[in-house]
Nanobody
Framework: VQLQASGGGLVHTGGSLRLSCSVS????????MGWFRQAPGKEREFVAAINWSGGMTHYADSMMGRFTISRDNSKKTVYLQMDDLNAEDTAVYYC?????????????????WGQGTLVTVSS
């Protein structure tokens, strides 16, 4: 099982980034996919999740309206479009898979995790 996150980098306040996570070794089209993040000195937190078809999504309150999660099952890839970024969004972003799970599942129900990609937002 491999989840490869990419797309992180340095961006100025108000800017945008698009993260990608390519998946192999698990039944992607029947997995809920999620994005999580961990800021320096803080615990890892939920960002967004998407169901197997892409028809249902769930966001953390602070990301609602700024972040968009999507997926392409033909490419076994999940995306996170992040707009209007601010310094509080600086973190390592992780993608994760919950095989047969639900979009409201806690972190503990995610079966596989990627290595993370660093997003730094500077003013």
């Amino acid at each position: 099982v491999q989840l490869q996150a990419s797309g992180g980098g340095l961006v100025h306040t108000g800017g945008s980034l698009r993260l990608s996570c390519s998946v192999s070794g698990l039944p992607f089209s029947s997995s809920v996919m999620g994005w999580f993040r961990q800021a320096p000195g803080k615990e890892r937190e939920f960002v967004a999740a998407i169901n197997w078809s892409g028809g249902m999504t769930h966001y953390a309150d602070s990301m609602m309206g700024r972040f968009t999660i999507s997926r392409d099952n033909s490419k076994k890839t999940v995306y996170l479009q992040m707009d209007d970024l601010n310094a509080e969004d600086t973190a390592v972003y992780y993608c994760a898979a919950s095989v047969g799970g639900g979009i409201y599942y806690p972190q503990s129900k995610y079966n596989a995790w990627g290595q993370g990609t660093l997003v730094t937002v500077s003013s």
